[in-house]
Structure formats: structure tokens, C-alpha cells
């Protein structure tokens, strides 16, 4: 109920933003931006009795956003990320795999038509996939689980024109679904280079 809700919340406000007037920027209100990068997970998940070492994976999103002002942006996401791990004393693989769905508040400051460092702070439903094999690992829960999380980081774009940048970024993620009445923590970095396009 809360995943539903959250969507239904992110699309709203992006249609909102869509009927809003074009920000008074000096380049176009529009952006869509990819992403890809690394997923750094901050911590190695418990599963049942068995202790994994979750090694980092990899991340790619695609987002559009609309400027609100030199100074403001929203932005809507839907992305990918995984990793996989393996126990330290016995045979077995851990994988996760996630879909976030984000919408994300920008706060910018301008340097100049080049440069264009930035804030974030975000929400997201967080569509999970948990698998794990061990031999103490009996009755683990597989399928697939939504939780609401949040996110929060900084990053920088380099206008190459008008209509077109480049960028780069580093949030920080917390979200934590359970599997089989488990916790599993996907806290975690990303850092992402980026390329956009305005219209």
C-alpha cells in the first residue's frame, strides 16, 4: 500500500511540474539525464544464520526533470542496481537486485553558464529481489518486495552546451525490506556519471 501510494504521489507531482511554467534559467526547463555507476552496499547482510560479504555492483537510472528557477528542480527516476555477495565460511552466493522508483528535490547554485553544482534529498519505493543459497540456509524467502526508502547526496553538472551536459553524482540510500519476515539493510552508495539533454 505504501509502494502504490508513493507512486501515485511521484507521478502527481511530475504532472503537476509538467503544466508549470518554463524556469527562468537561460537554458530550457526540461531535462532528461542517464546514469551508471557503482553500488557500494555499507553493510554485509545476516541471512538466517549465515553471514555474507556483500561485494559492491553496479547501478544505471534513467530520470527527467523540470527546473522550477535557477535555483530549484524536481526529478523523477527509475533505475536499477544489484550485488552480489558469498558467505565467509561455506559454499553459497547471496544476490540482490533492486528497481528504485525516486522522486528527488534538487537545490542548485549556478557558478556561471558552465557549471552547476547541486543537493539532493529524495524518496522512493524500493522493488526488491533477495536470493541466497548456503547449507545452513533452509527456508529463505526469494520473491519480490517493495518498501519505501529515502536517499540524499550532491552532485555537479557541466554544460557542453545550452541543451546538453554532463555530470556526475554520489547519494547515499536507506531501505530495508524484509524477506520471510527478515530484515534485509540495502543502505548503500552510488556514484554515478551522467549525461543529459534538455528540451
Given at each position: ?10 507521478l502527481a507531482v511530475v504532472l ?114 533477495a536470493e541466497a543459497s548456503g ?61 543529459g539533454f534538455r528540451f
Amino acid at each position: 500500500m505504501k509502494t502504490t501510494f508513493t507512486l501515485v504521489l511521484a507521478l502527481a507531482v511530475v504532472l503537476i511540474g509538467l503544466q508549470a511554467p518554463a524556469a527562468a534559467t537561460g537554458h530550457p526547463a526540461n531535462y532528461l539525464v542517464l546514469k551508471g555507476g557503482l553500488y557500494a552496499p555499507s553493510q554485509d547482510p545476516d541471512i538466517e544464520t549465515v553471514h555474507f560479504t556483500q561485494k559492491d555492483g553496479f547501478v544505471a537510472e534513467i530520470a527527467g526533470g523540470r527546473y522550477f528557477g535557477p535555483f530549484f528542480a524536481t526529478e523523477f527516476g527509475v533505475g536499477y542496481f544489484q550485488s552480489k555477495g558469498s558467505p565467509a565460511v561455506e559454499a553459497g552466493e547471496s544476490k540482490f537486485q533492486c528497481v528504485p522508483v525516486t522522486l528527488t528535490g534538487k537545490v542548485l547554485l549556478p557558478l556561471g553558464p558552465f557549471v552547476e553544482p547541486y543537493a539532493e534529498l529524495g524518496i522512493g519505493a524500493y522493488i526488491t529481489k533477495a536470493e541466497a543459497s548456503g547449507t545452513n540456509i533452509k527456508n529463505f524467502d526469494a520473491s519480490t518486495k517493495g518498501v519505501v526508502g529515502l536517499h540524499a547526496g550532491a552532485g555537479v553538472n557541466f554544460n557542453i552546451t545550452p541543451l546538453v551536459f554532463l555530470g556526475a553524482e554520489g547519494k547515499y540510500l536507506w531501505a530495508k525490506p524484509s524477506f520471510g519476515g527478515q530484515d534485509i539493510n540495502l543502505d548503500g552508495f552510488t556514484v554515478t556519471a551522467d549525461l543529459g539533454f534538455r528540451f
